[in-house]
C-alpha cells in the first residue's frame, strides 16, 4: 500500500518508510535530529492500568529500537462511550503515563475519540545525533544477533483470553511487556552496533526477514537458542496461536525457510507476533559476547546470541 505513495525528498528526512524502519528520522538545521513514531492496539489484559503500562512500553519501543531517547508523547484513545466506565480511560492514561515517566518522556497532551471497541496507544517523539541513528539495514556478512527479551507473548496471551494460561505464563510475559527497552537501548550504543529492529507484530522471523532484506544478506536463525516466556512452547503446540501468526507465515512465504527438523512449538513461537518485545541487535562476535554479558549484569536476563549472518542465499532468512 505505501507503494503508492511517493517518498519525500526533503534531504531533512534521514529516514521514512521505505525501509521498514521501527520510525521516521527528521534533522534539524542544528542539534539533535527528531524520531518519531505511533503505535495503538486493544486490549490484550483485563487489567486496564497494566493495559495502559504495555501500550505505553510498546510505543516507546520504536524510538528506542532506533537508538534515541524518547522526550514527548501523545495519547491516543478509542473509547466506547456507553458500554465502559471512564474510570477505566482513567486507569488506562495513569499507566501510560507511568511508562512514559519511567522512560524519561513528557505526556503533552492526546486526541480520544468515540469507537466502538476500545484502543490504546501513544505517538511519541525522541531525539538522537544525526550520525547515531541505528536502523533496520546494515547487518553485516558475520555478524551475529542478539536478542533482549524472551518471546511469544501473543501465545500467552491468546491462551489467557480462554483461560488457558498458569499464572507464572502470564506473570513473565506481562512482567516482559511493561519492560522498557530503554537499558538494553542505551547498553547496546556503547558497541558498534550496525543494526537493530525491536520484535513486535511480525514476529521474530517477520523483523528478521526485514533486516535481511534491507541489508541483502541471509540471516541463519537458531531454534534452540531463542529466549522463551515459560509455558510459550506448549501453549503453541497445544494451538493457542493468534490471527496475526498465520498471516505472518503467510506473508513470509518464501522469504523465510524453516527446516523440517525445528519443533512445531519452536516454529510457532517464531511466528508469533510479539507485544513490546525486545531489541534485536546486529553486531560483530567479537563485541556480541560482551554486550550479552553486560545485558544480564544490569537485569537483562533473556539476553541471547539467536542467530548469525551470512551472505545471500536462497532465502532471506533460514530457522534451522
Same mark, same amino acid.
Given at each position: 500500500m505505501l507503494s503508492a505513495i511517493p517518498p519525500s525528498s526533503d534531504d531533512r528526512v534521514l529516514v521514512d518508510f521505505r525501509t521498514s524502519d521501527d520510525a521516521g528520522v527528521?534533522?534539524?538545521?542544528?542539534?539533535?535530529?527528531?524520531?518519531?513514531?505511533?503505535?495503538?492496539?486493544?486490549?490484550?489484559?483485563?487489567d486496564p492500568y497494566t493495559f495502559g503500562q504495555i501500550a505505553a512500553a510498546n510505543a516507546l519501543s520504536d524510538v528506542y529500537a532506533m537508538g534515541a531517547d524518547p522526550i514527548t508523547a501523545l495519547n491516543i484513545v478509542g473509547f466506547p462511550r456507553d458500554t465502559l466506565d471512564l474510570k477505566i480511560l482513567g486507569e488506562i492514561l495513569k499507566g501510560g503515563g507511568e511508562r512514559a515517566r519511567a522512560a524519561g518522556a513528557v505526556v503533552i497532551g492526546g486526541h480520544t475519540i468515540i469507537d466502538p471497541e476500545l484502543k490504546y496507544g501513544m505517538a511519541v517523539t525522541g531525539v538522537?545525533?544525526?550520525?547515531?541513528?541505528?536502523?533496520?539495514?546494515?547487518?553485516?556478512?558475520g555478524d551475529v544477533l542478539v536478542l533482549t527479551k524472551p518471546l511469544g507473548t501473543g501465545i500467552v496471551t491468546t491462551a489467557l483470553k480462554q483461560r488457558k494460561a498458569s499464572r507464572t505464563s502470564v506473570?513473565?510475559?506481562?512482567?516482559?511487556?511493561?519492560?522498557?527497552?530503554g537499558?538494553?537501548?542505551?547498553?547496546?550504543?556503547?558497541?558498534?552496533?550496525?543494526?537493530?529492529?525491536?520484535?513486535?507484530?511480525? /514476529?521474530?522471523?517477520?523483523?528478521?526477514?526485514?533486516?535481511?532484506?534491507?541489508?541483502g544478506i541471509t540471516l541463519m536463525l537458531d531454534s534452540?537458542?531463542?529466549p522463551l516466556l515459560p509455558g510459550a512452547r506448549r501453549l503453541a503446540e497445544q494451538g493457542f496461536l493468534t490471527g496475526g501468526c498465520r498471516r505472518n507465515r503467510a506473508y513470509l512465504e518464501g522469504k523465510?525457510?524453516?527446516?523440517? /527438523?525445528v519443533p512445531e512449538g519452536l516454529r510457532e513461537v517464531a511466528f508469533d507476533p510479539q507485544t513490546s518485545g525486545g531489541l534485536l541487535l546486529a553486531l560483530s562476535p567479537r563485541v556480541a559476547d560482551r554486550l550479552v554479558r553486560k545485558l544480564r549484569a544490569n537485569g537483562i536476563d533473556a539476553a541471547t546470541i539467536v542467530g548469525r549472518a551470512c551472505a545471500k542465499r536462497d532465502a532471506w532468512v533460514f530457522l534451522t
Open positions: 527528521y534533522r534539524w538545521e542544528s542539534g539533535p535530529a527528531l524520531v518519531q513514531t505511533v503505535d495503538f492496539f486493544t486490549p490484550i489484559v483485563d538522537v545525533h544525526p550520525d547515531r541513528v541505528i536502523r533496520n539495514v546494515g547487518v553485516r556478512d506473570r513473565a510475559a506481562v512482567a516482559s511487556m511493561v519492560a522498557l527497552n537499558p538494553a537501548s542505551r547498553l547496546a550504543r556503547r558497541f558498534a552496533v550496525h543494526a537493530c529492529s525491536d520484535v513486535t507484530g511480525f /514476529g521474530l522471523l517477520g523483523h528478521a526477514a526485514e533486516m535481511a532484506m534491507g541489508s534452540s537458542a531463542m523465510v525457510i524453516v527446516e523440517a /527438523g
